[in-house]
């Protein structure tokens, strides 16, 4: 089993939906890291938490820490949110990155 | 501030030559990652570096690849000698941290192509 699974691999939305992107790790972590790539390669981070739930315009990221899970979630989805959505934990000194989500969202 | 910056940009060289990437981190950032990423294998730490000392290297793939960081402002990750197998794109990335990781800042990365 993978140390940290995401879901789903790939998914396409309308513009204006709400969406929701899944991570679950299996080792305890100090940080759970959302990060975004978009189609020309860039890596920006989104988010970093260990607890509770951030926000940043219409993205928002959550953690549950007993249930080891975490997810993002983007409201009034847009095209230019077409991206890859990469979760990453960090846990002592090791990070490991989820394969991550590729996000289509249709005009 | 201009973010991380990478340099090159784009590489391509012969299998058995010597590849530098180079590094400079945002300003004031005290902690240091390069990493790898390939269509098969995804996003890898390769080594972490806080205060210019590396902490974890444990993802450099084998002695083939060294990195080092002689100062704040700057680091290089050398492949020597290359093999096709290393083409990727090399992402650092740093960040300010006290005992916890802070949020990571990531540069444009660097395209290598062995050939």
């Known amino acids: 089993k993978n140390e940290v699974e995401q879901s789903p691999q790939n998914l396409t939305a309308q513009e204006g939906e709400f969406i929701t992107i899944n991570c679950s790790y299996s080792v305890g972590i100090s940080a759970l890291h959302w990060l975004q790539q978009h189609p020309g390669g860039g890596i920006v981070s989104l988010f970093m938490?260990?607890?509770g739930k951030k926000k940043h315009g219409r993205l928002i990221a959550t953690i549950n820490i007993q249930e080891k899970h975490s997810s993002l979630h983007i409201t009034a989805s847009h095209p230019r949110d077409s991206a890859v959505y990469i979760c990453a934990f960090t846990g002592g000194f090791k990070t490991i990155f989820g394969a991550g989500t590729r996000l289509f969202v249709k005009a | 501030d201009a973010g991380v910056i990478q340099s090159p940009r784009h590489e391509v060289t012969e299998m058995g030559q010597e590849v530098t990437l180079r590094c400079k981190p945002i300003s004031g950032h005290n902690s240091l990652f390069w990493y790898r990423q390939t269509m098969m294998r995804g996003l890898e730490l390769l080594i972490y570096f806080n205060n210019n000392v590396p902490i974890d290297d444990s993802g450099m793939p084998e002695d083939r690849f060294s990195a080092k960081m002689p100062n704040a402002s700057f680091s290089t990750l050398k492949i020597q000698p290359s093999e096709p197998r290393d083409s990727a794109v090399y992402f650092c990335a740093s960040s300010f941290s006290l005992r916890v990781r802070g949020e990571q800042y990531f540069g444009p990365g660097t395209r290598l192509t062995v050939t």
């Open positions: 938490l260990s607890s």
